[in-house]
């Protein structure tokens, strides 16, 4: 099947997308789903504050997510099965990742996890009864909250303000507010993905040159190839809609890379981000046929020698990161967690119990970063099972049925595997964002 013919396949008529006399905005938003537009503030106000990682962040956002949850499960619960399984599993895996604390004597360590994961079911709970014009608002309003944050992380790499932007291996990277690069940049490929599912407005190309820079910016490999996995799910012509916007995404992200290594200021990314986001505002050519193959050859002859110098030019970026010393921390931690999940198989050691080894930079960690060994380590074989039972039924839910479902099954699923690379997942911003692509990637049967 072409790519055209794949993408009508995928796109039923009038394209799912809102007739033109029904622009989403926000106010429809607040006035017909009070709760979708709660947890979009919720995300956006603990995306501005770190992501909601710290104590008193992460209990407001578990006094919250329990309140939207259970509103939401009284005005629309759950129709079937695998909805509830779903739900289920993660409030039940919530609620065991509490009872592992309290024995532990570490019952503040339930929290940012608990916090993210409740967050996470209320985020999914709200969307299933939306109609499409709510979705399609909600995925605007998410993607553009992610672009707000790094408009953020570019000021603090112009200007090299930490913690905006952060230094590692002698590299400022973007950090935006969540004030952690790797968080960043999975924040930014989750973003990139759903700006992919709407419509061409001058928003969600912004939101696309944005969030695809950021993602470059934060030169995080894990969340790098976390969109990578998801962005092969993305209908091909939704690429084909957005030439000039990642065009310039990719211009902005190299030149960020390839300054990174400068200790001084770089005052001049900020007109070239303007720059960047005023180009993409503009609507550009869309290439509505799939290319044909004298088009695919000149498009390589034009696009590998650029792609081959920009390369070159971050060659020792590139050479600092593959090679970066974090990599040793992450086997020595990744096996000090399984040893800990060994010792206590069933049962786990409780919530982020500290991690000891013996490595040359450190004898302990807090964090495995991963979170499927995390949980593990910490929960055993049920907080596994009850995971694997949320995302069985999750499985069942999620279907390509148009663009937006698409879109944000990547999205899904590039939440997954970031959670494989680091502990993203602590932050209860990270985690509203999963269930947001969850509750996008699922519609409930009507």
Same mark, same amino acid.
């Given at each position: 099947?072409?790519?055209?013919?794949?993408?009508?396949?995928?796109?039923?008529p009038?394209?799912?997308?809102?007739?033109?006399?029904s622009?989403?905005?926000?106010?429809?938003l607040?006035?017909?789903?009070?709760?979708?537009?709660?947890?979009?503030?919720?995300a956006?106000?603990?995306?501005?504050?770190?992501?909601?990682?710290?104590?008193p962040?992460?209990?407001?956002?578990?006094?919250?997510?329990v309140?939207?949850?259970?509103?939401s499960?009284?005005?629309?619960?759950?129709?079937?099965?695998a909805?509830?399984?779903?739900?289920?599993?993660?409030v039940?895996?919530?609620?065991?990742?509490?009872a592992?604390a309290?024995?532990?004597?570490?019952?503040?360590?339930?929290?940012?996890?608990?916090?993210?994961?409740?967050?996470?079911?209320?985020?999914?709970?709200?969307?299933?009864?939306?109609?499409?014009?709510?979705?399609?608002?909600?995925?605007?309003?998410?993607?553009?909250?992610?672009a707000?944050?790094?408009?953020?992380?570019?000021l603090?790499?112009?200007?090299?303000?930490?913690p905006l932007?952060?230094?590692?291996?002698?590299?400022?990277?973007?950090s935006?507010?969540l004030?952690y690069?790797d968080?960043?940049?999975?924040?930014?490929?989750?973003?990139?993905l759903?700006?992919?599912?709407l419509?061409?407005?001058?928003i969600a190309?912004?939101s696309?040159?944005?969030?695809?820079?950021?993602?470059?910016a934060?030169?995080?490999?894990g969340?790098?190839?976390?969109?990578?996995?998801?962005?092969?799910?993305?209908?091909?012509?939704?690429?084909?809609?957005r030439?000039?916007?990642?065009?310039?995404?990719?211009?902005?992200?190299?030149?960020?890379?390839?300054?990174?290594?400068r200790?001084?200021?770089?005052?001049?990314?900020?007109?070239?981000?303007?720059?960047a986001?005023?180009a993409?505002?503009?609507?550009?050519?869309?290439?509505?046929?799939?290319?044909?193959?004298?088009?695919?050859?000149? /498009?390589? +002859? #034009?696009?590998?020698?650029?792609? %081959?110098a920009?390369?070159?030019? $971050? &060659?020792g =970026?590139?050479? *600092?990161?593959?090679l970066?010393?974090?990599?040793?921390?992450?086997?020595?931690?990744?096996?000090?967690?399984?040893?800990?999940?060994?010792?206590?198989?069933l049962?786990?050691?409780?919530p982020?119990h500290?991690?000891?080894?013996a490595?040359?930079?450190?004898?302990?960690?807090?964090?495995?970063h991963?979170e499927?060994?995390q949980?593990?380590?910490g929960?055993?074989?049920? /907080?596994? +099972? #009850?995971?694997?039972?949320?995302? %069985?039924?999750?499985a069942?839910? $999620? &279907?390509? =049925?148009?663009? *937006?479902?698409s879109?944000?099954?990547?999205?899904?699923?590039c939440?997954?595997?970031?959670?494989?690379?680091?502990?993203d997942?602590h932050?209860p911003?990270?985690?509203?964002?999963?269930?947001?692509?969850?509750g996008?990637a699922?519609?409930r049967?009507?």
């Amino acid at each position: 099947m072409s790519s055209t013919a794949e993408y009508r396949a995928l796109t039923p008529p009038l394209a799912r997308f809102e007739p033109p006399n029904s622009t989403p905005t926000w106010r429809r938003l607040a006035l017909t789903s009070p709760l979708l537009a709660l947890t979009c503030g919720l995300a956006l106000a603990e995306g501005l504050r770190q992501g909601g990682f710290w104590e008193p962040d992460s209990t407001i956002v578990a006094i919250a997510a329990v309140a939207i949850l259970a509103a939401s499960c009284w005005r629309s619960p759950p129709v079937s099965a695998a909805e509830w399984t779903v739900v289920g599993g993660t409030v039940l895996l919530t609620t065991w990742w509490l009872a592992r604390a309290v024995p532990a004597g570490s019952s503040a360590h339930w929290l940012p996890l608990g916090a993210s994961l409740l967050g996470f079911a209320a985020a999914f709970a709200v969307l299933q009864p939306a109609d499409d014009v709510d979705r399609r608002t909600v995925a605007t309003v998410v993607s553009g909250s992610v672009a707000l944050l790094m408009a953020l992380g570019f000021l603090g790499l112009a200007w090299r303000w930490f913690p905006l932007a952060m230094p590692a291996q002698h590299l400022w990277r973007l950090s935006s507010s969540l004030t952690y690069s790797d968080a960043a940049g999975l924040a930014a490929g989750i973003g990139l993905l759903l700006a992919l599912s709407l419509p061409d407005t001058g928003i969600a190309r912004v939101s696309t040159v944005l969030c695809a820079a950021g993602l470059l910016a934060s030169q995080s490999r894990g969340a790098l190839l976390a969109c990578a996995v998801g962005v092969v799910i993305v209908p091909l012509a939704q690429l084909r809609r957005r030439p000039l916007p990642l065009l310039s995404a990719a211009v902005l992200g190299v030149t960020c890379i390839a300054t990174s290594s400068r200790p001084d200021p770089v005052w001049w990314l900020v007109p070239l981000t303007l720059v960047a986001v005023l180009a993409a505002a503009v609507r550009s050519p869309q290439i509505e046929r799939a290319p044909t193959r004298r088009q695919w050859t000149a /498009a390589a +002859a #034009l696009v590998i020698p650029i792609a %081959a110098a920009g390369a070159w030019a $971050v &060659r020792g =970026q590139l050479a *600092l990161r593959a090679l970066a010393p974090s990599d040793g921390d992450r086997r020595v931690e990744w096996s000090a967690a399984l040893h800990q999940f060994l010792a206590s198989p069933l049962w786990g050691a409780g919530p982020d119990h500290l991690l000891h080894f013996a490595a040359r930079d450190g004898t302990f960690a807090y964090f495995a970063h991963n979170e499927y060994l995390q949980l593990a380590a910490g929960g055993g074989v049920v /907080a596994l +099972a #009850l995971l694997l039972a949320a995302g %069985a039924g999750l499985a069942r839910l $999620v &279907r390509r =049925q148009d663009v *937006l479902t698409s879109c944000a099954t990547a999205a899904l699923v590039c939440w997954a595997v970031g959670g494989a690379f680091d502990f993203d997942w602590h932050l209860p911003f990270i985690g509203l964002l999963g269930g947001v692509a969850a509750g996008l990637a699922s519609r409930r049967d009507t």
